[in-house]
């Protein structure tokens, strides 16, 4: 079966098309991290299935399938919200695979995919199904996220985080006004949850929203909208420019 690839996290992509090759029934014919380029390639390439992320740097897959109308193919998200998001969408796709992706998963809903191949593929009825679940569940909007104090549990949405902070095994939270929010877990525990709400690990112990980012400087450091600075390690100073060149 032909298979296409639309993921933007390169560490991702490199583990998936590690694992693929050991799978003698898939040829992966093109690969993208970008919706503008997907809309072109998968058009033309014709593949089987398509192992989809849903929120890109440049927009989402489920914009992508409104643009290009939906084909004979097959579609596995790929998604890092919470067990409920994700049995919502499996209501309308036809897998979905949890990040970090492992090696067992994956084969399993290939199988699944090449065993089903004659049966109806995914539709457009089904991607409104998904839509509407993915909107419902409010992974598209603002969420929530718990941060436990020594004092308290404290909620917060997702659109409150102006930046986060490590050191020494604890984590401070700077919310947009100006509370600070000490937590004793790493920021390996929290980039993977707000990756996807347009969050980005821009230094070994920093992880920043962007919608909070005013300049960036290339010196090597961001200047956010509560007026801090935010440094910027030199091997991902290229990926802060392209996520800021992608801001629509």
């Known amino acids: 079966m032909r298979l296409y690839i639309l993921e933007d996290e390169v560490r991702i992509m490199q583990h998936i098309l590690q694992i693929l090759k050991k799978i003698n029934f898939i040829e992966v014919v093109g690969t993208s991290d970008q919706i503008s380029v997907a809309a072109v390639e998968i058009p033309a390439l014709a593949p089987d299935i398509i192992l989809a992320d849903i929120r890109l740097k440049d927009g989402d897959s489920f914009h992508l399938f409104d643009?290009?109308?939906?084909?004979?193919?097959?579609?596995?998200?790929?998604?890092?919200?919470d067990q409920y998001a994700i049995q919502a969408l499996n209501l309308g796709a036809f897998g979905y695979l949890l990040k970090p992706i492992d090696e067992i998963s994956l084969s399993t809903v290939l199988n699944k995919c090449f065993h089903h191949k004659e049966q109806e593929a995914f539709n457009q009825q089904q991607l409104a199904i998904a839509k509407a679940h993915y909107l419902a569940q409010g992974v598209g909007a603002a969420r929530r996220i718990a941060l436990k104090s020594i004092e308290c549990i404290e909620v917060v949405t997702m659109d409150e985080i102006v930046f986060c902070k490590s050191d020494k095994g604890y984590t401070t939270f700077y919310l947009k006004d100006g509370k600070e929010i000490l937590v004793s877990k790493g920021l390996k525990e929290y980039e993977n949850l707000l990756t996807p709400f347009g969050f980005l690990r821009c230094h070994q112990s920093y992880l920043v929203n962007f919608h909070f980012v005013k300049k960036y400087y290339r010196e090597g450091y961001l200047v956010m909208e509560n007026k801090e600075l935010v440094p910027v390690s030199s091997r991902k100073k290229e990926e802060v420019i392209q996520y800021l060149e992608n801001i629509a």
Not at 73 to 80: E, I
């Open 67 to 81: 643009e290009i109308g939906m084909s004979d193919f097959q579609v596995v998200f790929l998604t890092a919200y």
